[in-house]
Structures are given as structure tokens and as C-alpha cells.
């Protein structure tokens, strides 16, 4: 008898969950950032792009558990490598795709809005905040949107106006991506299911600081010191969430500079989280320094020499060639450093130390590499034709060294041996982040003397194989040297460009929730 009522009270417990509505939620974004300074231009064919139920591919949690929490309704998510400024045509095809396949979806309850933050288009100050106000016009007022965000992104007041809930990453690099996703979607499930609803208040303080990701990884201080803060302000009563971003340092807008937000159901504790949070970060802004050794690229490959000198056995010395670099926006082909490389004596001995260097597009040499095969003496042109502002299309003559066929990104990759040195070109831009992308070409990145890498900071897998790690200053879209770029239309004062600008009122302001 026991047993049978027990039987009973499991079949009802289970047709009782069953029975409960799960809230109707939409997926949709656009992620890219793009360089106001680069010559290139991002077309909807830069962009790859998934719809309805392949766009959950896109996260790791999303298991049959996760699944069951709601019923999904993913629409579009279009993600581009970082590069050059938006074309206004294909912003607009992708946003009114989106908008039409959300229509079809309705009514929602709620919708994930995956974006980077950092995106750049012709003629435009805002893109996110114009795709969110243009998202919320359909969806209406009472669905809640929880954003989720890149550190590196820009929140004007647009965009907070219009998220209900907002996250970003808290390290950088962003080996948090996927968790800080995960957070942003759980806090929307857990507001819908509950009943919740939208948070009471939203405290948002733009902070007059602008300041590349190099300078504010958080391995060390005070990046490190500022987000450790983070977390703990969404452990007290009434906050469901804080965040702060760095922003974009090579967008040209008024909305790019550093912003805190805060929210949740307790007024007082948002104010005061949201407060302390921007005070601090304003009064570490004398703190911030690149996170490696920064110098001119003749002085980062002088003691690149007097290092393998020093330490033969400890290998490779890693160059970052920063101001061209492709995950900050940077066109990729920009042939100033290579040509220096391939000009300085030192590394035109045979005894000279083996450099790799990676990578220059080049679809002519790519063609003749293909066709003449591994081993084959092959001349050709590579590079600068989008950027060719600090040096032309340069002239490689070498051995083919290896070949590939189907990245992702490069689409065609081709190593060609010029002496000691090893130049990675492509059929299309590509960052090299990872030890795989050089031992698939028959390359040996953690043997080889000196690398150079068109990247800022190093992702972990680079970073734990240095033997040591210098940041070189050059050209391109996303140089780091701010003061060479010339902005006209960031609000000003603005540090560290005006430096000694008077302290800010960072006192929060309330964001309107809508109803």
C-alpha cells in the first residue's frame, strides 16, 4: 500500500512539473568588433552565421538539462572575426533578418541578446544601441533581454535603457566567455520562472577612462585587483548582477569609454555597488600599464637576440606585433613588420636564429604555393592590399614549406622558408593563437628562436610556452599608441589622452525600467 501511494505521489510530482509553463525565450546577435582606424571594411560575407537550432552549437552549456529550462526560440546569430568598420547595407541585411524571424516567434517572455559591443558601422555612433531599440520595438516593452557582453564593448545609455539584465566577461583574456553567457542567460531563466520579473532599478555610470585591453588584462594588477571586486557585489541582498567595461579603444564615438552597471531589487545596494566599483576603477587609472614589456619593434628584437644569446634553452622569445592585430580589428595585412624582418641582417645568416612569423595575407603567393607544391621555389607578393598606409605589397621568395586546406578563418595557409625564417601566409587573415594553428604547417612554435604574432596580449596556450615576451608598437588599425590616432569624435576630457582632466562625477544614474 505504502508503495503504491508512493508510485502515485511520483506520477503526480511529475505530471505537476510537466504541466508548468516554461517561459518562451529568443536568441539573437550580431557579434563583432570593428576598427573605426582600419581601412578594411566588414561585409555580411565576413560574417558566420547561424540560424534556429544550429545557433546552439554556438554554447557549450546548452545540454539536454539545459534545454528543459525553457522553451527556445533562436532566430539568427551572425559572428565575424574583428576587422574593419560594418558596411551600412549589410548591417542592415542582418538586422532585418533578425527582426523578421523574431516576429515569427512571438509572443516572447525573454531573449538572449549575444553581442560583442564593439561593433562599428558607416554612419552610425551606436549599433548596438539602434539594434536593441529596433529588437524592442517588436518584442515590446514587458519581455525581459538579458545582454551578454565583451569587457571590451561600449554601453551607451541606449543600450542599458533597453537590457533589462547585463553582463560582461570578468577576465581578459576571456577564458570566462562561455561562463560569463551561461550567467547572463541563468539570470534570465531564474527572473522568469520565479516571477520576478524585471529587475526594480539599474545603475549605470560611464567612467571618462579609455584604455586598450593590454593595458587592463586581468593576470595582473590593478585589472586583476578591479575585477576580483566584481563578484562580490552580486552577493549582496538585492543585486543580481555587476559589471565593468573597459570599452572599445579604437572605436570613434561618444560612446566609447569605460562604463559601470549595476542592478537588482534593492535600491541602496545597486547605488552603492555601482558607485564603488566606477570610484575604484577611476582611481587605479594611473595603475594601468601594458601587461608586458612595451618598446619600438628595433628594440623588442634587440633583446630578442641578446635573450637566445643568454638563454639558448629556454624557447621561443614572442613577439607581439600589435598594431596590426586581427582580434582588435586590425586589417591583418599590414607588411610593415615583415618587411623590417626580412631586411634585418642578423637574421640572414645561416647560423641565424629560426624565426616564425605569423601571418600576412596573400592570395597570389598562395595560388603559386599550391600549385608548385611542398619543397618548390616560389616568388610572389603578399600583403597591404586594404592597408597599405606604412608599407606596400612586399615581394617573398622561398621554399614552400608546408601546405593546408580548409580553415576556418585563412580558408588556404602556406609556410614559406626564407632562409631561417618561417612566414605563414594566407588566402585570408587569420590570428594565430594556439599551438595547433603552427604544428598543422609543420611548424614547432615552443622550439623555434624568436615568434611573431600579430596579437596584443597572449592567449594561455602562448603565454605558458614564452620563454620570454616583448610588445611591440607598430602600425596598423588598432595601434596602441592612442595619442596617433587622432580621434574627433570621443567625448572629451578623456584619460589618459587629457591627463590631467579633473576628477568625474561618477555618481550613478538610474536607468528607466520599461514597462
Known sequence: MKKLKLLLLIILTTLSCDSIEKPRIGIAGIWIESSSFSPSRTTINDFKIKKNNEIFSSYTFFDKSYMNKANWFPTMRARALPGGVVTKESYELMVNEIIERTKKTLPLDGLFFDIHGAMNVEGMDDPEGDFIERIREVIGSRTLISTSMDSHGNVSKKLATNSDLITCYRMAPHEDAMESKQRAMDNLIERLVSGKG???YKAWIPVPILLPGEKTSTRVNPGKKLYSKVDPMTKKDGVIDAAIWVGYAWGD?????????TYGDNKREVVESAEELANDFWNFRHEFEFVAPTTTLDLAFDNAFDYLERRSDSRPFIISDMGDNPTAGGAGDVTWTLDKILKMDQ???NDSPELIYASIPGPDLISKAFEAGVGSNISGFVGAMIDDRYSPPIEISGIVHSLKRGDLNAELEAVIKVKNIYIIVTNKRKPYHYISDFTELNLEPNLTGILVVKI?????EL?????????????GGVDQDLDRLGYKNIRRPMYPLDKDMEDPDLSARLIKIQT
Open 253 to 261: 564615438a561618444p560612446r566609447n569609454h569605460a562604463v559601470v552597471m
Open 347 to 349: 637574421l640572414k645568416k
Open 463 to 475: 603565454y605558458n610556452i614564452r620563454g620570454d615576451w616583448i610588445m611591440a608598437l607598430t602600425p
Open 198 to 200: 524585471k529587475p526594480k
Open 456 to 460: 596584443g596580449y597572449l592567449v594561455p
